[in-house]
């Protein structure tokens, strides 16, 4: 565990920077970065990188937009393109695919309010890296935060992500409006998960749960053993 490295990005208006950090720390151990929005480099030998979620920059234009054009940016697709896993969670899950890395975009929720609470995750597949540690089929609860979660996609990426295993997670019930009711999908290569619910917000019974916690064991357990 010791030789994990990690880093999370920092974006003005990032909020749950530290949590991220704090999950990772806990979970993973090892060394976490933290990283801010305006550097142009990446810490070397970094395993994983995480993206928290936020407002970053305030969700001008778009969640996301501004934040996937800032500098430290180029080092992450840079990253993500050699195989280095990263994790976009909400507000980070609207960057990966602003950027480019994930596919589809994230509109404003149906019913245009904000959305707070717990919700009941199915796990689409336990064969990828950030999802070893569930079952197939597993029904877990995490939280959620945003007004803008609503996955879109057109007709052919959504059969694509389907049928090459992509979706990691999918709501059990109607929470966003999200197309197929997604929450979370991997890039092509399986090193990048952007999904909307808050794994990092639940890793310990006493946060009120610790569904999440698998996510974070996964991704070291995959990392520290290749």
Do not use: K
């Amino acid at each position: 565990m010791s030789s994990f490295s990690a880093a999370v990005v920092t974006f003005p208006g990032s909020n749950c920077d530290r949590d991220m950090a704090v999950a990772i720390e806990q979970v993973c151990g090892g060394s976490v970065h933290r990283v801010w929005h305006g550097d142009a480099e990446l810490p070397s030998g970094l395993d994983f990188i995480a993206l928290p979620g936020g407002f970053s920059y305030g969700d001008y234009l778009r969640s996301g937009a501004m934040a996937a054009r800032s500098p430290i940016m180029q080092a992450v697709i840079a990253a993500a393109n050699r195989g280095i896993a990263v994790l976009g969670v909400c507000n980070g899950f609207q960057v990966l695919t602003e950027a480019g890395l994930l596919p589809g975009a994230l509109m404003r929720n149906a019913g245009i309010r904000f959305v707070c609470r717990e919700a009941a995750l199915t796990v689409e597949t336990s064969q990828s890296l950030f999802t070893s540690g569930y079952a197939a089929g597993q029904r877990i609860t995490i939280p959620v935060a945003h007004h803008d979660g609503n996955y879109f996609a057109d007709q052919a990426t959504l059969d694509r992500l389907e049928n090459e295993g992509r979706v990691a997670f999918r709501y059990a019930e109607q929470v966003n409006g999200s197309a197929l009711g997604i929450a979370g999908v991997l890039s092509a290569q399986g090193n990048v998960l952007g999904m909307m619910p808050h794994p990092e917000r639940a890793i310990e019974p006493a946060h009120g749960g610790s569904d999440g916690r698998a996510l974070f064991e996964s991704v070291v357990g995959a990392l520290v053993s290749a």
